[in-house]
């Protein structure tokens, strides 16, 4: 098993004589497992567009670091989150997502909750001593809307998804306007044999378009290419152009630009030229080497259009293979011998197009979640 160091608050600061976390900290279970309680439990994770629970009795489940999630609009149209887990003998309730009924009903004994958590029936409850219906509520968890996008916490205590990610809620609107309205148009799932950190890292670095993207490469100049960091969360953002190998869009629009928005700890956000469409990388950690990814497509339109069926192919046929190739033979490389157990970060003193310094500071981010661990 590889040691796991300990790492100080300051790790990764200077980033132009940074190098990566140990390798340990991509591959040891038990690292995963101080992350799950130190990072997943205790932060908002984006799950989702509004657009999916947007209607009264709307309902998506996903799973976070093992726990299945139910988010929900009631029928009085407020958005809420429950552990999806009866209280009775711990039946999982709803799976996928959908349109729920009035009353949601476990499959197991038949108890019904209403969409407010509150347990509406128990079979037989009124031949059981001291039956407590007040305390088998379904267990609640923190939810908020956020920059038209749903977010979880697993921490009652926490504060808003404002106070963790300051600020990026009007840049992301800046970049992509029409957030609100946009739609599901296409979701690709992986169970992607590598550990979510080497999925951020490769995020937060353009040094690896040029060889690994050439079509986003071509229409995204790295010359005229920033990458900026703004404590839990970073824009980085590139002129483009038209291009037949990858995004092709209205040469009347002013200014063409893309933006790709991380948000701690694991969410990607990007905002193409035009400012009418999104993609949205969400990671859904599952162990130290695997993590589930949802790649979304959103538009505005529902109807799907001759070009958007292109881009739509372009995304899953060429442009997201591409980084899952790269993330999986990372995560091989970093359990080879070979390997000398952290890497250069390359930050040059530019901070160019090509730097890494995106990567020291989610490493820093990362350092200081582990502290008296």
């Known amino acids: 098993m590889n040691t796991i160091v300990k790492l100080p608050a300051d790790f990764c600061t200077n980033a132009d004589v940074a190098h990566t976390i140990p390798a340990s900290y991509y591959t040891n279970q038990d690292v995963f497992e101080v992350e799950k309680e130190k990072i997943f439990a205790n932060t908002w994770i984006c799950v989702g567009h509004r657009s999916e629970v947007a209607n009264s009795n709307d309902y998506i489940t996903r799973e976070v670091i093992g726990e299945s999630i139910i988010v929900v609009r009631g029928r009085d149209n407020v958005l809420r989150a429950f552990y999806n887990v009866c209280p009775h003998r711990g039946h999982q309730l709803l ?39 007040e305390n088998s509520s379904l267990v609640s968890l923190r939810v908020e809307e956020y920059a038209g996008f ?26 992509c306007p029409v957030v609100d309205d946009l739609h599901l148009a296409a979701r690709f799932v992986s169970d992607t044999p590598a550990n979510w950190k080497s999925i951020v890292d490769n995020y937060l670095e353009c040094y690896h378009c040029a060889p690994a993207h050439p079509g986003f490469a071509d229409s995204v100049s790295v010359d005229e290419y920033w990458h900026t960091l703004h404590g839990n969360w970073s824009l980085q953002f590139g002129h483009a152009k038209s291009s037949e190998k990858s995004f092709k869009f209205d040469e009347s629009i002013k200014d063409p630009s893309f933006s790709g928005f991380w948000a701690w700890p694991c969410t990607m956000f990007n905002a193409p030229p035009g400012g009418n469409f999104m993609t949205v990388i969400y990671e859904f950690p599952v162990s130290a080497g695997v993590t589930m990814q949802h790649y979304d497509i959103y538009f505005l339109n529902k109807e799907i259009t001759p070009e958007q069926q292109s881009l739509i192919e372009w995304y899953r046929d060429v442009f997201r293979p591409e980084d899952l190739r790269l993330v999986e033979s990372v995560q091989r490389g970093l359990q080879s011998r070979g390997y000398r157990g952290q890497g250069r970060i390359m930050a040059d003193r530019q901070r160019s197009g090509m730097s890494e310094h995106g990567i020291a500071h989610f490493h820093n981010l990362i350092a200081v979640a582990h502290l008296d661990d």
């Open 95 to 133: 799976s996928g997502s959908g349109k729920a009924k009035n009353v949601i009903t476990c499959p197991y004994h038949a108890w019904t909750f209403k969409l407010d958590g509150e347990l509406a029936h128990a079979r037989n409850c009124d031949n059981v001593v001291n039956f407590d219906k």
């Open 150 to 175: 749903i977010y979880i916490n697993m921490n009652n205590e926490a504060g808003t998804v404002e106070e963790q990610l300051p600020g990026l809620q009007a840049r992301l609107r800046e970049a």
